[in-house]
Nanobody
Framework: QVQVVESGGGLVQAGGSLRLSCVVSGSFWNIATMAWYRQAPGEQRDFVAAMASGGGTNYKDSVKARFTISRDNSKNTGYLQMSSLKPEDTAVYYC???????????????WGKGTQVTVSP
């Protein structure tokens, strides 16, 4: 089985910073893509940022200048460094990992349970 666990959320004032971590564990061949999504109360889950195994990145426009996604493949861990946080960034942040259980097979999707980020005005 593959498990995805996020950490690093919390309460921060507007303008502050947080770093989220996502650890992927279990039996698998490799992690194709790691991504972050967020879901605010009453809204749908929304894409934030993604990073492919080769290092290519993609960001939601509203976070592009403030958030940085990275990953440490040796630790099967991804990160989301969030700076200049705004109250509208308040949400539960979820890590998504596209994981190949075996070589040569397409990846499967795995989600963590989320970590709460709250930004006060």
């Amino acid at each position: 089985q593959v498990q995805v666990v996020e950490s690093g959320g919390g309460l921060v004032q507007a303008g502050g910073s947080l770093r989220l971590s996502c650890v992927v564990s279990g039996s698998f061949w490799n992690i194709a893509t790691m991504a972050w999504y967020r879901q605010a109360p009453g809204e749908q889950r929304d894409f934030v940022a993604a990073m492919a195994s080769g290092g290519g990145t993609n960001y939601k426009d509203s976070v592009k200048a403030r958030f940085t996604i990275s990953r440490d493949n040796s630790k099967n861990t991804g990160y989301l460094q969030m700076s200049s946080l705004k109250p509208e960034d308040t949400a539960v942040y979820y890590c998504h990992a596209a994981v190949r259980r075996w070589g040569g097979r397409p990846p499967n999707d795995y989600w963590g349970k989320g970590t709460q980020v709250t930004v006060s005005p």
